[in-house]
């Protein structure tokens, strides 16, 4: 059975940073591309990100430069680190192994 729990999310001020993290199982991590995706308040999903099994990561237009996507296969982790934060980036974050995610993690952005 597919797992992924997040977990760092928090509330942080505009240009704030946060790391989230993911737990992943019942999968072979190692060998698969996981992804970043999010859900702002009255809106649907949306891609954030991917990374490869290799570790070669991609960005949505409007985090690039902000976020960085990275992994540690020992550990089975994925995590997404957060920069520069803005209000546009509150939203739920999930890890996924598609179509399987996680329960997701609440990050808000606010002054």
């Known amino acids: 059975e597919v797992q992924l729990v997040e977990s760092g999310g928090g509330s942080v001020q505009p240009g704030g940073s946060l790391r989230l993290s993911c737990l992943a199982s019942?999968?072979?991590?190692?060998?698969?591309?996981v992804t970043w995706l999010r859900q702002a308040p009255g809106k649907g999903l949306e891609w954030v990100s991917h990374?490869?099994?290799?570790?070669?990561?991609t960005y949505t237009d409007s985090v690039k430069g902000r976020f960085t996507t990275s992994r540690d296969n020992a550990k089975n982790m994925l995590y997404l680190q957060m920069n520069n934060l803005k209000p546009e980036d509150t939203a739920v974050y999930f890890c996924?192994?598609?179509?399987?995610r996680g329960q997701g993690t609440q990050v808000t952005v606010s002054s």
């Open positions: 019942g999968f072979n991590f190692n060998f698969s591309l």
């Open positions: 990374i490869s099994s290799g570790g070669s990561a």
């Open positions: 996924a192994k598609l179509p399987h």
